[in-house]
């Protein structure tokens, strides 16, 4: 099992960036490929991106690839998600789990949740 915290949302204008923390309580945080998710609201969770181990393999949703990138640092035991060209369509709470997969039901030890809101 492993704490995961997500930090880091926030409002911004269209067109602005933000960078998202996702900070684990557990040393063995290598050991988990982990995803970063969203809700927008009245909608349900979808997937946003995820990263294996060792960070060297990635994959976007494609409403985001180009424009999101997922990252990590394993000696920090940190997840990042830095988004830029913000559109108002990505307001939502963003999610950090544990897992592989784009599917909600492969992931686990998720975070409370941070807010973004992109005004346009």
């Known amino acids: 099992q492993v704490h995961l915290v997500e930090s880091g949302g926030g409002l911004v204008q269209a067109g602005g960036s933000l960078r998202l923390s996702c900070a684990g309580s557990e040393g063995t945080f290598n050991i988990y490929p982990m995803g970063w998710f969203r809700q927008a609201p009245g909608k349900e969770r979808e997937f946003v991106a995820r990263?294996?181990?060792?960070?060297?393999?990635?994959y976007y949703a494609g409403s985001v690839k180009g424009r999101f990138t997922i990252s990590r640092d394993n000696a920090k035991n940190t997840l990042y998600l830095q988004m830029n060209s913000l559109k108002p369509e990505d307001t939502a709470v963003y999610y950090c789990a544990t897992g592989w997969g784009q599917e909600e039901s492969q992931y686990s030890n998720w975070g409370q949740g941070t807010h973004v809101t992109v005004s346009s």
């Open positions: 990263i294996s181990m060792n960070g060297y393999n990635t």
